[in-house]
């Protein structure tokens, strides 16, 4: 950070200097750069990509595991409905067959 202070800090000749050395060296750097950059963006991309569709699949198998349980919740709440239902409609017909009344 030093070094980019005292640039700043300079007179127009070291800025002058500054600019000269980077329009002569940035067609060598360049290059050289973009040559490293492309790769690592492209891995950058493919891990994106992966990632993505592993997601998708934990995703759909969540998606999955939760219908598994709704349906199996459903159907144990319908049979303790019908339970429920046989259990209070047995109790009517005794009632019933032995005239309302109680022991």
């Known amino acids: 950070m030093g070094l980019l202070d005292n640039a700043l800090k300079g007179t127009v000749l ?6 000269i050395g980077a329009a002569v ?6 290059p050289v750069l973009a ?4 790769p690592l ?4 991309m493919k891990s994106g990509i992966m ?4 997601g998708k699949e934990v995703l759909a198998e969540a998606g999955e595991v939760t ?4 349906a199996e919740a459903k159907t144990e709440a319908e ?7 046989e259990t209070v409609t ?9 005239g309302g009344q109680t022991s």
């Open 14 to 19: 070291t800025g002058l200097a500054i600019g």
């Open 25 to 30: 060296l940035a067609p060598v750097i360049l």
């Open 35 to 38: 040559g490293v950059a492309k």
């Open 41 to 44: 963006a492209k891995a950058a």
């Open 51 to 54: 990632l993505y569709n592993k």
């Open 67 to 70: 219908e598994d349980l709704w």
């Open 79 to 85: 049979a303790e409905m019908e339970e429920e239902v």
């Open 90 to 98: 047995i109790d009517q017909t005794e009632e019933a067959k032995s």
